[in-house]
């Protein structure tokens, strides 16, 4: 008996929903089987999280696709349980470097840019060290949830405004455009691949294909910014498999 189209469909949906409860669900397993966070980047779930909440709150103004509303929600569920295992096993940087510095010594504007791009690094002191609260694990909490509280504030207040809304739906395919630069630059440093599973990895290229195939086919009104915010988070994606697997072929060469 062939299967329905509506079947399939759905079944689609389905995995659209859940595979980041899959792949961040196992991430989360390994740091807590391994203790340590060695490997995997925490601003990753910092970029998920003020993406999915941006989707949250886009939804309440202009309502989309429910698979990828349903998605959001459980990226900001699995995203909350994968910081919480991340900050009880957390790995400090024994020196933060400074950045401030580096860019200010930059000769032009295209190293300028590029040294920016240090603010991503976790090992570069970031201003009023953003998201590197070592010390103080609970203002991870307090700037999540001020976030939230605020957003949703000005959505009520500014929920008539096209332009509002246009800019959170920016906000949040733009933000998570930039997924994978900080896991780029924490496999760049290290030098190895270890601890950063491959699942995770193709959960981020389906996130693509699945977030391209819907600006193209699934809504009629496309802004062309949305479009390249898609797809430059694919780009990188694409960059941090060509790591993958030369810092995989690497390690095997290495003697046991």
């Known amino acids: 008996m062939p299967i329905s189209q509506g079947a399939v469909q759905s079944l689609v949906n389905l995995a659209i929903s ?7 669900g196992l991430t989360s397993y390994q740091i807590y089987l391994k203790k340590t966070t060695s490997g995997f980047s925490i601003d990753v779930c910092l970029i998920m999280l003020i993406s999915s909440i941006c ?27 994968l910081l919480k295992t991340c900050l009880r096993y957390l790995e400090t940087p024994a020196k933060l470097y400074d950045a401030e510095k580096i860019i200010h010594s930059s000769s032009s504007p295209l190293e300028i840019v590029f040294n920016r791009l240090k603010y991503f690094d976790n090992f570069y002191k970031r201003p009023y060290n953003f998201w590197q609260w070592y010390q103080d694990h609970i203002v991870y909490w307090e700037f999540l949830v001020g976030f939230s509280l605020s957003l949703t504030v000005l959505a009520l207040v500014f929920q008539s ?26 496999i760049h440093r290290m030098k190895s691949v ?32 949305f479009m390249s915010a898609a797809l430059f988070q694919t780009a990188l994606d694409v960059f941090i498999v060509s790591q993958y697997f030369y810092y995989k072929n690497l390690e095997s060469l290495l003697p046991q």
Request: charged share 10%.
């Open 161 to 186: 405004s096209s332009v509002f809304i246009s800019t959170i739906g920016f906000l949040g395919l733009f933000s998570e455009s930039l997924l994978p630069l900080p896991q780029i630059l924490l």
């Open 194 to 225: 270890k601890n950063f599973k491959w699942i995770l990895l193709l959960s981020w290229l389906g996130g693509d294909f699945v977030k391209i195939n819907y600006l193209l086919f699934g809504t009629n009104e496309v802004s062309s910014i």
């Open 18 to 24: 859940f595979t980041p409860l899959f792949s961040y």
């Open 55 to 81: 989707k949250v709150i886009y939804y309440m103004l202009e309502p989309y696709e429910i698979s990828l509303f349903r998605q959001a929600l459980i990226m900001i569920f699995i995203q909350v349980v």
